[in-house]
């Protein structure tokens, strides 16, 4: 079965390419004469075989070239020799980084860890598979981990932190991390692979919501895993195997379709975020303004100088209150309220809508993703949502 990585032979083989090439170059057919320029979908749930099956395809379950063209573009842009793993949701993908902690050890993750992470890890806690601890991201290396016991504790992260939006000094954590034997694993799905690539950092596991930035059209559920180490890959695949969370082929192939434009699409939306959120950070009606572009943001100098950008998505807490807050976002026009974000559409909401947001985010806290569109378009709709009674 060919693989689509580097083209499929040797067309792009020895060229030094950047990011935003390879997002467009990576996972073709090869070039030859009548070749698609698109990798096929292939909707096939079996393949023939005879014989000894080891290392051929057999059983979509375990292995479909539906997959390879997103999975070996993923792992190359995070940084890893290895293909990504691609999985039903980032939940999937969640599910099977935190597979990974020791059997009765010890799990460590940011306080404001996107929810359904903590959800299942405390699922996850109560059925004896590990304990979990939570910390406060501050500078310096988490006194959680400095407290971490050898072989025995996985670390997870996420940076920028949903929806607090703060920032960890990646390089200074994962190498502490290391020192410690801690397995350690990062939620990118905020910054993208081309804002940080936390495996070239230290990291273990990479983790992604593909659903968010990288399929980028808010059209399909899936998510992703990324690893540096083939024996820590060859365990998240058997996850995915024996459980299941496999991703569907049209899935995979409208995800690959939207990573195209990933780097166009997030200099467009990081550079409206960070324009949204100069101004929002003058208005009276809002509080808190987060977001690490910000000069007073207190993770504006770890981000300046461990990031390539700032990232798509604002917090601010209305002045007026939790109702104030809700009545926002229930008057945007051009802003869609809604849960999700990542899309080419901007999206906003107030995050304690949720029962299972974490107590410690202020009830009137507004979540903005910056998608594509004029940014005079979406400021005049969220202005005048802000001073809606």
């Not at 393949?47 to 080891?54: K, L």
């Not at 573009?73 to 293909?83: F, I, K, Q, T, V």
């Not at 990479?206 to 998510?223: E, I, R």
């Amino acid at each position: 079965m060919p693989s689509f990585v580097d083209n499929s032979g040797d067309t792009l083989r020895g060229m030094t390419l950047r990011p935003d090439t390879r997002l467009v170059s990576l996972g073709r057919p090869a070039h030859e004469d009548e070749a698609p320029v698109n990798p096929p979908l292939v909707l096939s749930s079996t393949f023939v075989g005879s014989g000894d099956a080891a290392g051929r395809l057999t059983y979509a379950r375990a292995s479909t070239p539906s997959w390879d063209p997103f999975e070996e573009a993923l792992g190359d842009l995070e940084g890893s020799e290895l293909p990504a793993l691609l999985f039903a949701s980032g939940l999937g993908a969640i599910a099977a980084a935190l597979s990974l902690a020791p059997l009765g050890g010890r799990v460590i993750m940011p306080r404001h860890t996107y929810p359904g992470t903590i959800a299942l890890a405390q699922d996850m806690e109560s059925r004896g598979q590990f304990s979990l601890e939570f910390f406060d991201v501050a500078p310096g290396v988490p006194e959680a981990l400095a407290q971490a016991e050898p072989e025995r504790t996985l670390l997870w992260l996420e940076s920028p932190t949903n929806p607090m939006l703060e920032i960890s000094d990646l390089p200074l954590v994962l190498a502490a991390a290391r020192e410690r034997g801690v397995v350690t694993v990062v939620d990118n799905t905020f910054a993208t692979p081309l804002v940080q690539q936390p495996l070239t950092m230290g990291a273990d596991v990479v983790v992604h919501s593909v659903t968010k930035y990288l399929a980028g059209h808010s059209d399909v559920v899936l998510g992703a895993a990324v690893a540096g180490d083939a024996a820590l890959r060859d365990r998240l695949h058997a996850y995915r195997t024996l459980h299941g969370a496999i991703a569907g082929p049209f899935e995979s192939w409208l995800a690959l379709r939207g990573l195209r434009t990933l780097s166009v699409r997030i200099e467009r939306s990081q550079s409206n975020a960070a324009e949204i959120a100069a101004r929002l950070a003058r208005h009276p009606r809002a509080e808190s303004v987060r977001h690490p572009s910000l000069p007073g943001d207190p993770g504006h100098e770890i981000a300046a100088r461990t990031m390539n950008g700032f990232g798509s998505v604002i917090s601010f807490c209305h002045a007026g209150g939790a109702e104030a807050a809700e009545a926002c976002t229930a008057a945007t026009r051009l802003w869609t309220p809604a849960t999700s974000l990542g899309g080419v559409e901007s999206t906003l909401e107030r995050r304690q809508r949720h029962p299972g947001e974490v107590a410690s985010v202020p009830g009137s806290l507004i979540r903005l993703s910056a998608g594509i569109e004029n940014v005079e378009d979406l400021w005049a709709d969220l202005d005048q949502a802000l001073v809606t009674e």
